[in-house]
């Protein structure tokens, strides 16, 4: 009787180890590869499946996660407005991808930051890549907002996945 029990953990173990690891900065989900557009577009090029695929199998595994924030970013060059108005579609094409994917369009909240929150110095080439950036955060745990801040972050939102 022992033998058929051990062998049942024993593949239990086994089906975690082969789990994918996910690693949070804070409240921010590490992804293996950054997501990328194509250039002033909102169309997201095929350098973003694993992104993707890693954001979709963290949500899968984190059930308690029930409010995500696709944030967008972008860099202080050119049109403010137009760098606003193109975070808030790429954030919704993400989120648009990941229902795809099968998450839950309701634990999505995206959102569009333009240039208001730069991590870096604009001046430089540098500075203005680190600033164009998608971000997933942690936005609310079984229903509650994490630290009693607003699911959107402060950023503006981008439009309603389910539809």
Do not use: W
Not at 1 to 9: E, G, K, T, W
Not at 16 to 28: K, Y
Not at 40 to 55: C, N, Q, W
């Amino acid at each position: 009787m022992r033998a058929p029990l051990l062998a049942v953990l024993c593949l239990a173990t086994a089906a975690r180890a082969d789990a994918p690891a996910f690693e949070l900065d804070g409240n921010v989900l590490k992804v293996p590869a950054p997501i990328v557009y194509e250039t002033g577009a909102a169309k997201l090029a095929p350098a973003s499946d694993a992104a993707l695929a890693h954001v979709a199998a963290y949500l899968a595994a984190k059930t308690y996660v029930s409010a995500l924030r696709v944030e967008v970013h972008a860099d202080a060059s050119g049109d403010r407005a137009a760098a606003q108005a193109l975070t808030e579609q790429r954030a919704l094409a993400v989120a648009r991808a990941l229902v795809g994917r099968g998450v839950d369009c309701h634990r999505l909240v995206p959102v569009g930051f333009g240039a208001t929150k730069p991590v870096a110095d604009n001046a430089t080439a540098e500075g203005r890549a680190q600033n164009r950036r998608t971000l997933f955060v942690n936005a609310a745990l079984r229903g509650r907002a994490i630290g009693g801040q607003p699911i959107d972050g402060g950023g503006k939102l981008a439009g309603d996945p389910c539809s």
